[in-house]
C-alpha cells in the first residue's frame, strides 16, 4: 500500500522503497503514482499540478504534417518494447521523461509488457529503430514513461501517430506527461491540478 497521495511532498515524493513488481506498478499508476530511481532505491511520485495532453489537444505542426505524410519513417506497435526502453535509458536529452531508467527499471516494465500493461510505439527509418515511446496503459489514461530519438522528429512522429491511430480509437481520455517539457508542451501538453487528474484514473 501507498501513502494517501496528499502527503506527498511539494516537489511530488511520496514515498521510499519497496519493490518494482508487477502489482505493485499496477497499484501505483492506478492512484497517480509513479517510480523513479535515486541509486538502487525506487522513489515514488505524485507530482502536484501534473503534467497531461488531452488527445483532442494535440498539435501537429505544419513542418510535422509533412514528415508524416512521407514516406520517411514507418510506424509499428508492441514490435520492439525492450529495444526501445533501452534506448530511452541512454539516450542523451534535455528534460524529457527521465534519464533514472535502471536494468532493474528495463527488468520490471518488460514484465509489465509481458503482462499487456505497458506498451510501445516505434519509428523506423531503413530498417532501423531511430525513435519511440513507452508508457503504461491504466484505464482509459495512457500513462507516458520516457522517449527517444535519434532522428529529428523520430520521437514526435511516434507519439503523434501512436495518439491518432491507437489512444483516441481506443477511447483514452488523457495522457500523463507527469512533469513539465518544452518538447511536449510543444505537442499541447498543459498542467492540471492532481485532484483533477486522479478522476480519470477512476473511469
Not at 518494482?20 to 523513479?36: C, E, H, K, M, Q
Not at 481506443?170 to 508542451?185: N, S
Request: hydrophobic share 40%.
Amino acid at each position: 500500500m501507498f501513502p494517501d497521495i496528499s502527503t506527498a511532498r511539494e516537489d511530488g515524493l511520496l514515498a521510499i522503497g519497496g519493490d518494482l513488481n508487477v502489482d505493485t506498478l499496477r497499484l501505483a499508476y492506478r492512484s497517480g503514482i509513479f517510480p523513479w530511481f535515486s541509486g538502487k532505491v525506487p522513489m515514488w511520485y505524485s507530482p502536484d499540478p501534473r503534467f497531461v495532453l488531452f488527445p483532442e489537444d494535440l498539435f501537429v505542426s505544419k513542418s510535422m504534417k509533412q514528415v508524416i505524410r512521407s514516406s520517411k519513417f514507418s510506424f509499428t506497435v508492441d514490435q520492439a518494447f525492450k529495444e526501445v526502453i533501452k534506448n530511452c535509458s541512454t539516450v542523451e536529452r534535455e528534460g524529457q521523461w527521465g534519464t533514472w531508467i535502471t536494468s532493474d527499471m528495463i527488468k520490471a516494465y518488460v514484465a509489465l509488457h509481458k503482462e499487456g500493461i505497458a506498451h510501445s510505439a516505434e519509428t523506423w527509418m531503413d530498417g532501423k529503430l531511430v525513435g519511440g515511446l513507452y508508457g503504461v496503459r491504466t484505464g482509459r489514461v495512457f500513462c507516458g514513461e520516457s522517449m527517444f530519438s535519434h532522428v529529428s522528429n523520430a520521437s514526435k512522429y511516434a507519439f503523434i501517430r501512436y495518439v491518432q491511430e491507437v489512444l483516441v480509437p481506443e477511447g483514452v481520455e488523457l495522457i500523463d506527461c507527469q512533469v513539465h517539457t518544452p518538447h511536449l508542451e510543444s505537442l499541447g501538453a498543459k498542467m492540471i491540478p492532481r485532484a483533477r487528474f486522479v478522476t480519470y484514473l477512476k473511469n
